[in-house]
């Protein structure tokens, strides 16, 4: 069987240490050398880029987040050791893990390391796909006449200049298909290197439970759960056109998944159709101050992905799954399109003022879709609010300082709730 060394990238066959370096960090795999669809995600991204710039917090349990009232980001591996998670409130991680460090995000640097990742990937192929700041598909078909070497040497190259350039740790999944691609680089975080092959597939999927389907939430696992569907060999026992019958477009693609078949190609350019972001609480809370907490952060995280693409949108969504798992969707077309925090906010606000009379609600998000360039986006004001443009101007200049000085250098206060 052949095997690959990812710290010397030799090649042998299957061994417990590498018989060149004597590491015992190997990757084996029948069609190690065959496989070319790939998923590399970063270890921990916002929390591993803290620790590199400031190395006294190496053995500290890092999280990334706002402050007491406010939500987790993203932790360090030390922080999630004790239970801490993305979107947990702050007060629960505290709990958890009291000795934390918590930092609040610079997005402005993490987008820098991204092009910095990003540029390393384009070396090896230009087929990537993002799908956020720290992960991304890659299509190494018919790229080893170029490297004179296989897509697994390749990515293994890759996650070591990675580590000896940026200081940073990937973990890459290959495999023959973007779905199980993406499960498989999530097997060994951190630093970790998995295989699925084609041969192997079927019994690979038979016990695993259908949760690691990307996409399958805690409303989608419900509904599977009654239909009494826990694992791949449950979906595996029902007909194609009673899954199309009782879930829809999704119990097409479930039948397919269930066998590890995915047609979906990776796609470099692939339209971004629009970019939200939501949380869900520990508790269900009908506190206008954390809510209004939420929907600022929430909008920041919109605002700041679509100005690192260069994007606007024209409607503004919000989100709002009430204690009963009901969900309320709402949608406000602007005049303009726009990028600007200030705007998604006020605008997310004003719908949730409508509905807020049937909190308590358990998951809130907000959305910008409708998407343009930026360039489309009109900042020089709106005749029905005349401080628009000047709020839009202080926001850009608070992200010049924040690019300069830290995220931390201007803080909202509603942003601290």
Known sequence: MPALCRDCLSTCDAARRCPSCGSPRMVANAELFDLSIAHMDCDAFYASVEKRDDPSLADKPVIIGGGKRGVVSTACYIARIRGVRSAMPMFQALKLCPEAVIIKPRMDVYVEVSRQI???????????????????????????????APPAVMLARLTKRMKSELGLTGSIGLSHNKFLAKVASDLEKPRGFSVIGKAETGAFLHDKPVRLIWGIGPSAQESLDRAGIRTFSDLLRWDRLALSGRFGSMGDRLWHLARGEDKRRVSAHEPVKSISNETTFHEDTGDPDILDGHIWRLAEKVSDRAKARGLAGRVVTLKLKRANHTTLTRRVTLREPTQIADTIYRTARAVFDQSAQQAPFRLIGTGLSDLCSASEANFSGDLLDPQAARRAQAERAADTLRGRFGASAIVKGRALR
């Open 118 to 148: 990003r540029a390393m990937m384009e070396d090896l192929t230009p087929a990537i796909q993002p799908l956020s700041l720290d992960e991304a598909f890659m299509d190494l078909g018919g790229t080893a006449r170029l490297h004179g």
